[in-house]
T-cell receptor, first 110, second 117 residues
């Protein structure tokens, strides 16, 4: 089976940097996603990592270490609109099944 | 609007009734997924289609659940004899095949919120 762990809640200040960690245990790892989900809305894609290293996309960056089963999402220059849940999800094997973590609810405060 | 659409957006039903939801994926996407999400949890995989073929189905999906994608375009998810535990948001997502760097990105629809009373 698969196990994905991420913190339940985090609070950060507007303009600051926050790092949301995700650890996973899976067989046949084949990629890790980060999604953003605002309350009452559908998840929206942020990043996809399949190789080790850092992927940067504007204010958001995502890091993957396959040997450690570890990823993080880095959000810079936080804005109030970044308050949302951030979902870590793992794709395994040759299948298209994607397993989501429970999400980290981020609250950005002034 | 060329995104994923789902109908209805909300459904309230009495326990024991059958319900059917529809998902229209992005037109060029050959892969379609169904997920269920409850409050405070991440989406939970239910099933996956590539074109019209249902290639994977979660063991969590009981016999009361069935999904179809008859022509490889829209899909329906039916729940028979609904139970209160079926109350959740049902999300549909679609993606392209294996070609291209963003081919695994799943685009989610707005979801159908089911309430079983």
């Amino acid at each position: 089976g698969q196990n994905i762990d991420q913190p339940t809640e985090m609070t950060a200040t507007e303009g600051a940097i926050v790092q949301i960690n995700c650890t996973y245990q899976t067989s046949g790892f084949n990629g890790l996603f980060w999604y953003q989900q605002h309350a009452g809305e559908a998840p929206t894609f942020l990043s996809y990592n399949v190789l080790d290293g850092l992927e940067e996309k504007g204010r958001f960056s995502s890091f993957l270490s396959r040997s450690k089963g570890y990823s993080y999402l880095l959000l810079k220059e936080l804005q109030m609109k970044d308050s949302a849940s951030y979902l870590c999800a793992v794709r395994s094997g040759g299948y298209q099944k994607v397993t989501f973590g429970t999400g980290t609810k981020l609250q950005v405060i002034p | 609007d060329t995104g994923v659409s789902q109908n209805p957006r909300h459904k309230i039903t009495k326990r024991g009734q059958n319900v059917t939801f529809r998902c229209d994926p992005i037109s060029e996407h050959n892969r379609l997924y169904w997920y269920r999400q409850t409050l405070g949890q991440g989406p939970e995989f239910l099933t996956y289609f590539q074109n019209e073929a249902q290639l994977e189905k979660s063991r969590l999906l009981s016999d009361r659940f069935s999904a179809e994608r008859p022509k490889g375009s829209f899909s329906t998810l039916e729940i028979q004899r609904t139970e209160q535990g079926d109350s959740a948001m049902y999300l549909c997502a679609s993606s392209l095949g294996p070609e291209g760097p963003l081919s695994y990105e799943q685009y989610f629809g707005p979801g159908t919120r089911l309430t079983v009373t």
